[in-house]
């Protein structure tokens, strides 16, 4: 507002610029201490208010908080009072309850106990039970394995003994039927070969004289025009001769290696059956005559490292043996001891099973076979 009054005045023309510039100057520094005045009164008037209200702020709250902690300390030891009271009466009442569960525990330990030894008694009994009827069973089982393989080999041994004989009668009515034929068709055969042979013979009678005029011919040619011919003829006959030996030769040679193989074979063959001839003479010889027949039969297809298991195999069927089995057929079924240990006593189980059958005579002759 000053200085729209200093410019009207300035631009009227009442005051010069000089004066003008000074009172405009004297105004300023009037106004610039007239605010530094104000500035500082001001700030110490807000420096005293912010200093009560610091004063009452920290009163404000320094009474705040001394009534919450005291109203805090009280809810705590309220709160503690009871937890101590609480605690007193759960240990009271934990006692009880321990007292109770104890009780509970026991009795239904000593139930369930009782009922394990009762089931473990029942258990055993049903074990045992298996075990003898497991036992019964597999016996049933070996023997009626056993009488089967014997029913078997007495099978075998009885078919043996009905194909001979049926197979000797077909030989001999195949031999009577055969001897027809075989006479019918040699007579029918000669007969066609001499006719055949009749007209060979005076073919090659024919050949004969042509190739006698040919080579009387050759000869004659040979001699007369192609004097020079002999010398090579007698050059290729060499040759030939030479290659004749050579082929007679090798012929030779191979056939000397195939009578080596052969008697080697022949020798493998016959030690092989001297050896089997052998061995059978040895196992055979305690039998009759029709049995040592039978048996001879049943072992003939039998290789000569297995004659002795065959023939102790086939022995008590040929024998007609109907309670001795021999030493592969004899088994004896055993279980061990077992032993369970329940806690309160202790059982024991032992079972044995076992089989056995003598013959005098079979055993006898087992014994000269080498059998035993």
Do not use: C, W
């Amino acid at each position: 507002m000053a200085n729209e009054i200093l410019a009207n005045l300035l631009e009227s023309g009442a005051l010069s610029e000089e004066a003008g510039a000074q009172i405009k100057e004297a105004l300023e520094a009037k106004l610039n201490e007239a605010r530094e005045e104000i500035t500082a009164e001001l700030r110490e008037e807000f420096a005293q208010k912010f200093e009560h209200d610091k004063s009452v702020i920290v009163e404000a709250m320094d009474n705040m908080l001394n009534t919450t902690i005291k109203t805090e300390m009280e809810e705590f030891k309220t709160d503690r009072e009871a937890l101590i009271a609480e605690r007193v009466a759960y240990k009271k009442a934990i006692s009880e309850h321990a007292k109770l569960l104890e009780k509970f525990i026991a009795s239904r330990l000593a139930t369930e106990v009782k009922e394990l030894r009762a089931d473990r008694a029942k258990v055993n009994e049903n074990l045992q039970e298996t075990k003898k009827f497991v036992v019964k069973q597999l016996s049933r089982e070996l023997a009626e394995f056993h009488n089967d393989k014997r029913e078997l080999v007495n099978t075998k041994v009885r078919l043996v003994a009905e194909g001979k004989n049926i197979l000797n009668k077909t030989k001999d009515s195949f031999i009577k039927r055969s001897a027809e034929l075989v006479e019918n068709t040699i007579k029918n055969s000669l007969r066609s070969e001499m006719k055949n042979l009749k007209e060979d013979i005076v073919q090659a009678k024919e050949n004969e004289f042509g190739r006698k005029v040919f080579e009387a011919f050759s000869g004659e040619f040979m001699a007369s025009q192609l004097n020079e011919g002999t010398e090579v003829a007698k050059v290729n006959k060499k040759l030939d001769e030479s290659a004749n030996k050579v082929a007679e030769l090798e012929k030779v040679i191979a056939d000397k290696d195939a009578d080596i193989e052969g008697a080697k074979k022949a020798q493998r063959i016959l030690e092989d059956k001297m050896n089997r001839k052998e061995v059978l003479s040895g196992l055979l010889a305690p039998l009759g005559k029709e049995k040592a027949t039978v048996m001879s039969d049943l072992l003939e297809s039998v290789k000569t490292s297995n004659l002795q298991t065959a023939f102790k195999k086939y022995l008590p069927a040929v024998l007609d043996e109907k309670n001795v089995s021999t030493k592969e057929e004899t088994q004896t079924l055993t279980e061990g001891k077992v032993t369970e240990i329940t806690g309160d006593r202790e059982v024991a189980t032992h079972v044995e099973s076992q089989s056995s059958g003598s013959d005098a005579e079979i055993i006898q002759l087992k014994k000269l076979a080498g059998l035993n």
